[in-house]
Nanobody, 120 residues
Framework: QVQLVESGGGLVQAGGSLRLSCAAS????????MGWYRQAPGKQRELVAA???????NYADSVKGRFTISRDNAKNTVYLQMDSLKPEDTAVYYC??????????????WGQGTQVTVSS
């Protein structure tokens, strides 16, 4: 079993920054992909960013140039540095760990979610 524990959400003004962390524990395959998804009220869950154990990344177009995903494989932890935040970034952010990159149908394990609220 795998557990994902997220931290770092909160309330920030537009233009500000937040850093999310997600620590994974349990039986984790060495080759995996960790990512962040978000879901705003009334909207579908969407991929924000993902990073493979080898380091390659994917970003949603809406966050490119503003968000940076990184990971520490020794700690099984993934980070999401969010800069230049906008009100439309407001959502619950979920950490995901999966074997494959399948943003249209993400599976694997999920964190409990952390609220990010950006005020205008």
């Amino acid at each position: 079993q795998v557990q994902l524990v997220e931290s770092g959400g909160g309330l920030v003004q537009a233009g500000g920054s937040l850093r999310l962390s997600c620590a994974a524990s349990g039986s984790i395959f060495s080759s995996n992909i960790m990512g962040w998804y978000r879901q705003a009220p009334g909207k579908q869950r969407e991929l924000v960013a993902a990073i493979r154990s080898g380091g390659s990344t994917n970003y949603a177009d809406s966050v490119k140039g503003r968000f940076t995903i990184s990971r520490d494989n020794a700690k099984n932890t993934v980070y999401l540095q969010m800069d230049s935040l906008k009100p439309e970034d407001t959502a619950v952010y979920y950490c995901n760990l999966d074997l494959f990159f399948r943003p249209a149908d993400p599976r694997g394990y999920w964190g409990q979610g952390t609220q990010v609220t950006v005020s205008s």
